[in-house]
């Protein structure tokens, strides 16, 4: 593992020389979680789950000089677990000590000199160029696509297992607590758990849990992190007899996201992929309900790198991931997808023993997983 790790820092330090040298940074001081991940090959950068900033600061000189800033409570276990074998140099200080972002920046100035960095978070003295930096991570390393094969397979393992154990009766509470506890147990860290039932999905996209009681339906919505890497999936369980309306508009939203796959090829506009979903979700009779929930867009160190939007010109690499989304009242679909240069793609959150539905676009069968009906 240490030698792929190696090799991938190489890559990222050779990205981040081409950068500092155009832009005329000396370094860049990673402060949020997915840059830390980003920078340190995979390294885990939190203590609150997804709470930027993170508690390290991982510095990256363009004369290939590598720091991490830590407290004394976080110095042992990130250098041992996170980063050995890596280059980095520990800078400890003494959690007292160090307690606001001024602070903060007297100690990474007075240890680096008056030296010109960019930072991925506000740090007094360093100019903030999170958007910029962003842009460096959104085409993946060959180690970075194994890795989100890994954290995707997993991902949908934990949600679909979840799924399939739950029964009518369960609080949306316990049903969050299965997908928590099967994530966990896969390694893998929940940054998203929402869990609606029964009239709760078509009244609200965004549903955190609640002591609501299954009945008929339920939506599941996981986003699981793992090396700095995030899968997003969605799964919905049916018991007894759906009704027609409801069936079709699972249906509908299954074919609009398989346009939005097909349509995300290397070169293409987000705001072009984003007209492919606006005339699906009028074809499919939901003219204008994209403006009642973002369609996704890129993912990879953050539960979405950007969201495509009508106006979003910026363009799909190779490889490269994204989550798309589709909803309408009642029904949603929503696949981690991995872009590769040949413009193919892998839907990377599909399970083993799920039902999906093939659905043709433009002469490609695209598989998106259905609603599991338990009579």
């Known amino acids: 593992m240490l030698p792929e790790r190696i090799e991938e820092l190489e890559e990222k330090e050779r990205r981040l020389r081409e950068w500092l040298e155009k832009e005329g940074f000396e370094g860049v001081a990673f402060r949020t979680i997915g840059g830390f991940a980003w920078a340190t090959a995979g390294g885990e950068g939190w203590v609150r789950l997804s709470v930027n900033p993170s508690p390290y600061v991982a510095v990256l000189m363009g004369d290939g000089r590598k720091f991490v800033f830590a407290p004394n409570i976080e110095r042992g276990r990130v250098m041992e677990e996170e980063l050995s074998g890596l280059g980095f140099e520990p800078v400890e200080f003494d959690w007292f000590e160090v307690r606001d972002d001024e602070s903060l920046s007297r100690l990474v100035f007075g240890t680096l000199g008056n030296v010109k960095l960019a930072s991925d978070w506000p740090l007094p003295g360093a100019e903030e160029r999170g958007r910029d930096l962003k842009r460096l991570r959104f085409k993946f390393t060959p180690q970075e696509v194994e890795r989100m094969r890994e954290v995707c397979k997993l991902a949908s393992e934990a949600i679909c297992e979840s799924a399939r154990g739950i029964r009518p009766g369960m609080t949306e509470f316990e049903i969050a607590g299965r997908m928590a506890e099967e994530a966990l147990s896969r390694g893998l860290v929940p940054t998203v758990l929402l869990v609606a039932v029964d009239e709760r999905i078509r009244r609200y996209r965004h549903p955190i ?167």
């Open 209 to 375: 849990p609640t002591k609501a009681r299954l009945v008929h339906s339920a939506m599941l919505v996981l986003c699981a992190r793992k090396g700095g890497l995030i899968a997003a999936v969605t799964r919905f369980v049916h018991f007894g007899r759906m009704d027609e309306d409801t069936r079709q508009r699972h249906t509908s939203v299954q074919r609009i996201l398989a346009r939005m796959i097909v349509a995300t090829k290397p070169g293409r506009k987000a705001c072009d992929i984003f007209s492919v979903a606006q005339r699906a979700y009028a074809e499919e009779g939901f003219e204008g309900e994209w403006r009642n929930h973002h369609q996704g867009g890129a993912i990879g160190y953050e539960e979405r790198e950007y969201v495509a939007t009508p106006a979003l010109e910026e363009r799909v690499l190779s490889p490269q991931a994204f989550a798309w989304n589709p909803s309408v009242p009642g029904a949603k679909a929503e696949e981690t997808i991995l872009v590769l240069p040949d413009g193919s793609f892998e839907v990377l959150t599909i399970c083993d023993d799920w039902p999906v539905r093939r659905v043709e676009v433009e002469g490609r069968e695209v598989a998106v997983s259905d609603v599991l009906v338990v009579d």
